[in-house]
């Protein structure tokens, strides 16, 4: 256990992703993540789980309801001090009630599999209140209340100065399948040579959120900055049928990963002079 939590990231030959925290249990439930959900969605359980015992510092068996809500105030931070946009002070509810999500899965691991010392969830499904009436659930309030806000969308001015600012034929043409096909992140990534219907201008999607298969148009103004990548700026010869690959470094040929895309953003949106435009908001239409 001392090295717990340690998170350890390793890719297979293949190109599976597989992530470690140097905890028997806990890596077996990654392993449980990894083979139902989205590459996204397990590398997010993994800092989660990384996030909750680097405050909660026991064994995973050892783990009661004192030390969630622990984990729980110390994820709020320091009450006198809020943000304007939101009134919370910490990270925000959504990121914290993840975490909280993240966390309640593993424990509903542990006590599925019936050969552990775990025998309740942790973490609660939330506080009990003097509600009269109604069912069991309408009367249990949430450990923490996600507000429900409206998106951030950026202008067409907006739009224009962080397309202006991407520097290569490939960064617009992915950032152009999120603006102009709606694509998320990972589908910009998962585009294989296969997907790329360029004379009906269309794109298959076949790694999206939830696994779920779809087709969509794209405009000529992807396919133009796409040609142009594929044509001047993409390896001749690389191991991969992925569209986007990295370009430079020891790295060359290989896939481009959602660390490599957000740092392509980053630098864009700093050029740009722009305070946000993240991948999420690039699908969202002004």
């Known amino acids: 256990m001392s090295s717990f939590p340690c998170l350890a990231r390793t890719v297979s030959g293949s190109g599976l992703v597989r992530f470690s925290l140097g905890d028997r249990l806990a890596g077996r439930y990654l392993e449980f993540v990894a083979g139902r959900c989205r590459p996204n969605t397990l590398r997010a ?18 783990v009661t309801a004192t030390d969630v809500f622990d984990f729980l105030a110390e994820q709020r931070g320091d009450r006198s001090v809020v943000r304007l946009a939101d009134r919370e002070s910490g990270l925000s509810a959504r990121t914290i009630a993840r975490r909280l999500s993240s966390v309640s899965g593993l424990y509903a691991y542990l006590v599925a599999r019936g050969d552990t010392p775990v025998r309740a969830n942790p973490v609660p499904r939330g506080l009990l209140t003097r509600r009269q009436g109604g069912t069991k659930k309408s009367r249990i309030a949430p450990l923490v209340r996600v507000p429900r806000t409206l998106p951030r969308i950026l202008s ?44 009906d201008r269309r794109l298959v999607v076949v790694e ?52 490599g895309l957000d740092e392509i953003l980053d630098g864009a949106r700093r050029r740009a002079g722009l305070e946000h435009a993240t991948c999420h908001e690039l699908r969202i239409p002004a």
């Open 45 to 62: 359980v993994a800092f989660d789980l990384k996030a909750f015992f680097t405050v909660v510092v026991k064994d995973p068996v050892e």
């Open 208 to 259: 999206g959120k939830g696994g779920h298969h779809r087709v969509v148009p794209a405009a000529d103004r992807f396919f133009g900055e796409l040609g142009a990548y594929l044509h001047d700026e993409r390896p001749v010869v690389a191991p991969t049928d992925r569209v986007f690959v990295v370009l430079k470094g020891p790295r060359r040929g290989m896939p481009l990963s959602a660390e």
């Open 156 to 199: 067409p001015e907006e739009v224009d100065r962080l397309v202006a600012a991407l520097r290569t034929h490939r960064d617009r043409a992915m950032v152009l399948g999120m603006l102009l096909a709606g694509l998320r992140r990972c589908e910009v990534l998962g585009l294989r040579f296969e997907h790329v219907q360029v004379a």
